[in-house]
């Protein structure tokens, strides 16, 4: 698989995870391309934690609605607020996360592990964005799916047990990659479906954490 076609190729199948009128937060980065890959009839309430319920599409600079410096999503970059959709204040921005009223939150990941635990927010030493809404999402949607590359520069991201500061401990759910889809259960990970360009040994070889392989394992493309 070419390296520029990855992104898109884990949005897609991310987007397989939602049906109509879900209300869903997307994190930075790759969880924002979802939107665009979702089935025909599926139309989203995207959350956004800074105060935004019913997010839109990202504007154009040329766009009547272009406001980069009051409209932002969580990377802080311009956002817009779909028709329908509104402002609400931190209390009750939170209160729909710690409530449940969430479906399901998007996010990557510096490490995940067997456990369902989940790093993704500070590497020590280095600079620190900050841990944002990320430790309530984890454990406030009703699902939490790390959306993510199977490895950083050929090193393996899904661990037996994460080494870095959790965000959230025992918060997975699911595990979508280029190469394959992980549930986290009682018992670990269990590989429910593969990618067809890669084999199960290429998936072990790319994962430092046990699993098995669910009898029914399916194709990633079906």
Not at 53 to 71: E, I, L, M
Not at 122 to 129: F, H, L, N, V
Request: net charge negative; with cysteine.
């Amino acid at each position: 698989m070419e390296k520029s076609e990855i992104k898109g190729f884990i949005a897609k199948r991310c987007a397989k995870e939602l049906k109509d009128g879900d209300v869903v937060n997307l994190g930075i980065g790759l969880p924002t391309m979802i939107p665009d890959y979702l089935p025909e009839g599926v139309h989203l309430l995207i959350h956004a934690e800074l105060g935004i319920v019913g997010a839109g599409v990202a504007p154009k600079s040329a766009d009547t609605n272009f406001d980069p410096y009051h409209v932002i999503d969580a990377g802080g970059g311009p956002c817009s607020v779909a028709f329908g959709g509104g402002f609400i204040d931190s209390a009750m921005n939170f209160g729909l996360i710690r409530g449940g009223h969430v479906d399901a939150c998007f996010l990557g990941a510096l490490e995940v592990d067997a456990e369902g635990n989940l790093a993704n927010w500070i590497i020590p030493g280095k600079k620190m964005p900050g841990m944002g809404g990320a430790m309530d999402l984890c454990v406030g949607a009703r699902k939490c799916i790390v959306c993510m590359e199977h490895t950083a520069k050929g090193n393996p991201k899904i661990l037996e047990k994460c080494r870095l500061p959790l965000t959230a401990a025992h918060c997975v759910n699911t595990i979508i990659t280029e190469m394959c889809v992980f549930q986290v259960t009682d018992k670990g990970l269990v590989m429910t479906e593969i990618n067809p360009e890669f084999t199960v040994d290429d998936v072990k070889a790319a994962t430092a954490a046990p699993f098995t392989v669910a009898a029914d394992c399916k194709s990633m493309l079906d």
